[in-house]
């Protein structure tokens, strides 16, 4: 993987990484309270792994979605939101990629909450 610089693929996590970590919770409890619980563990969780994961800026995997990076209420701050989640999940390809998006999807048409944004119209 360290063979490919970074800028060639929109994945940018190779060199230097030694392991990819999922955080997953599944449980059978019914209702919000036990839902709240096992959210709960599984960021305490997180949070205790937080030393020994990559930092500055700290990384994620787009397969491994987590909302809790941010989310793209697609609006006017849509940009500035997106870069809150984009740059972990694709460090300094994240421009490059909404440069694209902008050109493709100018009124970024195929969104999610964490979908690459488009940048601000200019009035």
Known sequence: MAEIPPSEKPFPHRAGNLAKLQYATNWNDNG???AEVYITLTRKLCAYMTPFVSKLPREAF??????????NHNGRNSYLEGAVYGIKYFKENFNRLVKIKTKVDPHNFFRNEQ???VFPYRI
Not at 62 to 71: Q, V
């Open 115 to 117: 979908s690459i944004p």
């Open 32 to 34: 919000v309270e036990a």
């Open 62 to 71: 787009l397969n491994y979605r987590d909302l809790d990076l941010g989310i």
